[in-house]
């Protein structure tokens, strides 16, 4: 066995401003060092990071490779890490694994299986035309980053989950100041949408909450009740805000005639700006629970890896087949039939409601930034005319 190759210079975790089809030049470089190369940790010691697409399956079914933070280096303070609560302190769809992970997994499952999200489109649909509509009754040019990408998908969660429309703005306040660099915002967005799905679970609820408070184990607390469902408010807007930008100013790049009226098609586009954009550019973190070897690299107990899901699904020698944009193996990403239909929804409202939107700036000079870590890249701005 031997040690990982720790590329100099190259920091996949810093804060970037770039065009929108400019490619992260950091990507190439991890792949071109090996399939698990060691980089510096932004909480400080190693950290491997898996660039091999076959070695990310196995990596993510890996039993000795655990979500639970209890399993990070003990060097490293949490909140700095962006760390969740351990397994025994917060059990969730994110740090569980194994059985425990199987279970909560089947409370979740049939609410978010692609039959029973399909008999939500019309609905979904109305709340794309509906929000869209409000913003061109302006007859300005608007900001579909600042006004919609984030509001579309929260309306949809809320309204699904059965929390109260009128909390749409706290939380949308909410998800925006998880992207805050400013001390201790993290966790005042997580206890704000913790606290306002307090009122999905009320005993005269309706929707999704309520079904899940009905789906979980007995032993489930309403403290963790409310927990999986900022997890699946948060997650579900974040796995379609960013991915929506793009898809946008894809759609939008050279005229309303580049929306496609074909459902294969915008199928396709969909597919191609997760893959080329995906939710997330790396998986979670991921801890070693014993000493391990992954291609040929000796890996202590204790360390943390990631798998680099943005170069694996941006490799251009990478074999044809399912990619990475919502993970694979047990934590595949529950809500990845919701999000595309989310944003195939959109697609279909600007081809028939707004035929003559436009992008008001020329695609190229439209910006994506990251603001560093495992958070995902997002457009700067989105400047379109919905009338034409």
């Known amino acids: 066995m031997s040690n990982a190759p720790h590329p100099d210079g190259v920091d996949p975790f810093a804060p970037f401003v770039r065009g929108l089809d400019e490619p992260d030049p950091t990507r190439a470089a991890l792949r071109s060092a090996g399939p698990i ?52 302190e917060q059990p969730s769809l994110t740090t569980l694994d194994g059985p425990e992970h199987a279970a909560l997994r089947r409370a979740h499952a049939p609410i978010f299986a692609a039959k029973r999200i399909h008999r939500h489109s019309g609905r979904i649909h109305a709340i794309a035309r509906e929000l869209l509509a409000e913003l061109a009754a302006g007859g300005a040019d608007v900001d579909l980053v600042a006004d919609f990408t984030t509001r579309y998908p929260l309306t949809v969660l809320l309204d699904l989950l059965g929390v109260p429309l009128d909390h749409l703005d706290r939380a949308t306040d909410a998800c925006r100041l998880m992207f805050s660099a400013e001390p201790g915002a993290q ?117 943390p890896v990631l798998v680099d899901v943005l170069g694996i699904n941006t490799d251009p020698a990478r074999p044809s087949g399912p990619d990475l944009s919502f993970g694979a193996g047990p934590h595949f990403c ?52 919905l009338r034409g």
């Open 37 to 88: 190369v060691e980089v510096d940790a932004p909480a400080g010691g190693r950290a491997w990071v898996v660039t091999d697409d076959a070695l990310a399956r196995a990596v993510l079914v890996d039993p000795r490779i655990a979500k639970d933070p209890a399993f990070a280096p003990l060097n490293w303070d949490p909140q700095r890490a962006g760390l969740e609560r351990t397994a025994a």
């Open 187 to 303: 966790g005042r967005a997580i206890a704000e949408l913790s606290e306002l799905a307090e009122d999905g679970i009320r005993d005269d609820s309706r929707g999704f909450a309520a079904e899940l408070r009905d789906r979980v184990s007995p032993e489930t607390t309403r403290d963790q009740l409310r927990y999986h469902l900022f997890g699946l408010i948060f997650a579900g807007q974040l796995t379609t805000d960013a991915a929506l930008g793009f898809l946008l100013a894809r759609l939008l790049s050279d005229g309303a005639h580049r929306i496609p009226a074909e459902e294969e098609a915008v199928d396709e586009l969909v597919r191609d700006t997760l893959r080329m954009h995906p939710p997330a550019p790396f998986t979670l973190w991921r801890f070693t629970t014993e000493e391990i070897e992954l291609a040929g690299v000796r890996l202590p107990a204790r360390a």
């Open 334 to 385: 529950i809500g990845a039939q919701l999000a595309q239909l989310e944003l195939r929804a959109v697609a279909a409202v600007l081809r028939t409601d707004f035929p003559d939107a436009r992008l008001a700036v020329p695609f190229g000079e439209l910006r994506q930034t990251g603001i560093g870590g495992l958070l995902s890249s997002r457009l700067t701005g989105l400047p379109v005319s």
